[in-house]
């Protein structure tokens, strides 16, 4: 079974503050993807990642940056939270190679910035 | 630009009905769809998808989808629905063409349909 984890269901963090969001896999799959979740908005793209180190701008990047030092891994970064960041951040992984691929989803991580 | 839709914000249905939440798509070309579900608080779950082949995709929990290329529409159904059915449900579709940087594809996801069933 492939497992994604996020290092937190629930943050809690201020406004200008810089917030870390983690999430690792373990099906060594090449793909990491960082979503965020809104109502009525369905999954927005931020940013995506292919490789180690090698990284794209998804949809909504701005705000936000990402770092995968490790295949496991990927990292969301919100260099100043801003209120408007508040939201549910999703993490998936997938295999890679183009075909029609299933994504595998994290828990979620829930932030509220004040 | 591909994009799918979900007309429903929310469907009810009383347990052992059948039930089905609705999934329209626009793109070019042949498309790649998926269904998700979320149960609360919880990340999204792989349904099904439809690649190419037979119109009628069957996956998990009982669920199953219609591909039908005329009316654009990928619907998902249940012939009986049960109460721990209850939850969000996302259709999503494969970009149709790839990162020209790594060749990744993205997905584009619905805005998802909640539904309840009812005891």
């Known amino acids: 079974d492939v497992k994604v984890t996020q290092s937190s269901r629930y943050l809690v963090k201020r406004t200008g503050e810089k917030v870390f969001l983690e999430c690792v896999q373990d099906?060594?799959?090449?793909?990491m993807f960082w979503y965020r979740q809104d109502p009525g908005l369905g999954l927005r793209l931020i940013y995506f990642?292919?490789?180690?180190?090698?990284?794209e701008k998804g949809d909504i990047p701005e705000g936000y940056s990402v770092s995968r030092e490790k295949k496991e891994r990927f990292s969301l970064i919100l260099e100043s939270a801003s209120t408007n960041q508040t939201s549910m951040y999703l993490c998936?992984?997938?295999?890679?190679?183009?075909?029609?691929?299933?994504?595998?989803f994290g828990p979620g991580t829930r932030l509220l910035v004040l | 630009a591909q994009s799918v839709a979900q007309p429903e914000d929310q469907v009810n249905v009383a347990e052992g009905n059948p039930l089905t939440v609705k999934c329209t798509y626009s793109?070019?070309?042949?498309?790649?769809l998926f269904w998700y579900v979320q149960y609360p608080n919880r990340g999204l779950q792989f349904l099904l998808k439809y690649i190419t082949g037979d119109n009628l995709v069957k996956g998990s929990y009982g669920f199953e989808a219609e591909f039908n290329k005329s009316q654009t529409s990928f619907h998902l159904k249940k012939p009986s629905a049960l109460v721990s059915d209850s939850a969000l449900y996302f259709c999503a579709v494969r970009d149709m063409r790839p990162s020209t940087t790594s060749g990744t594809y993205k997905y584009i996801f619905g805005t998802g349909t909640r539904l309840k069933v009812l005891a």
């Open positions: 998936a992984s997938s295999e890679g190679g183009g075909r029609a691929e299933t994504q595998y």
């Open positions: 793109v070019s070309g042949n498309p790649y």
């Open positions: 990642s292919y490789d180690v180190k090698m990284k």
């Open positions: 099906m060594d799959h090449e793909n």
